[in-house]
């Protein structure tokens, strides 16, 4: 239902890299920026990745992003149990004039 | 550091008027771009409307038609006003702010908290 398609889970063990994938379409992803959030347990969303790789001060370098196309993917290295969160791509829609999201990708670290 | 709390009722009957005000401090609410997004286990994250302080915003289509947003300068406040509400408005509703100023590209930085809307009779 959502804009754009994320996978509804994801997991990975600790040290581990996961990734994570966020597909869209020419009129976002194809034709915009990505930016990526992280959403812990009864928190507000934090940015975490933004103008497709670039992150906002304090955000570990584990975290990276990227861009191919009408997809992007956030990876995940090191993989720490705080890193269990949901996590949402956006991006800006041309016709909409505003963000769309992603559905939320449930991160679990076993 | 820039703090953004929403208030409003928790709770709204179907068919009456959605009224949230957002609070920022720690910062001017001059020079940035405001938006209203909400949040359920359904729909996930949807963006609604952005403001600018001079009066610039634009709507999500499928809201416009019953939104209504304002700013109030002297108390650093924005607020949202959704009519003829149904129980699909129930959400968490946060207010957030782009990182740039000056620019809106759906890159937000400060968020509030978020406030929970139930619609419901």
């Known amino acids: 239902q959502s804009v754009l398609t994320q996978p509804p889970s994801a997991s990975g063990t600790p040290g581990q890299r996961v990734t994570i994938s966020c597909s869209g379409s020419t009129s976002n992803i194809g034709s915009n920026t990505v930016n990526w959030y992280q959403q812990l347990p009864g928190t507000a969303p934090k940015l975490l990745i933004y103008?497709?790789?670039r992150r906002p001060p304090g955000v570990p370098d584990r975290f990276s992003g990227s861009k191919s196309g009408t997809s992007a993917s956030l990876a995940i290295s090191g993989l720490q149990s705080e890193d269990e969160a949901d996590y949402y791509c956006a991006a800006w829609h041309d016709s909409l004039n505003g963000p769309v999201f992603g559905g939320g990708t449930k991160l679990t670290v076993l | 550091q820039v703090q953004l709390q929403e208030s409003g009722p928790g709770l709204v009957k179907p068919s009456e008027t959605l009224s949230l005000t957002c609070t920022v401090s720690g910062g001017s609410i001059s020079d940035y771009y405001w938006s209203w997004i909400r949040q359920t286990p359904g729909k996930g994250l949807e963006w609604i409307t952005y403001?600018?302080?001079?009066?610039?915003?634009n709507y999500n289509p499928s809201l416009k038609s019953r939104l209504t947003i304002s700013v109030d300068m002297s108390k650093n406040q924005f607020s949202l006003k959704l009519s003829s509400v149904t129980p699909a408005d129930t959400a968490v509703y946060h207010c957030?702010?782009?990182?740039?100023?000056?620019?809106?590209?759906?890159?937000?930085?400060?968020w509030g908290q978020g406030t929970l809307v139930t619609v419901s009779s």
């Open positions: 403001m600018y302080y001079n009066g610039g915003t």
């Open positions: 103008s497709n790789s």
């Open positions: 957030a702010r782009e990182m740039t100023d000056g620019y809106t590209n759906g890159e937000f930085d400060h």
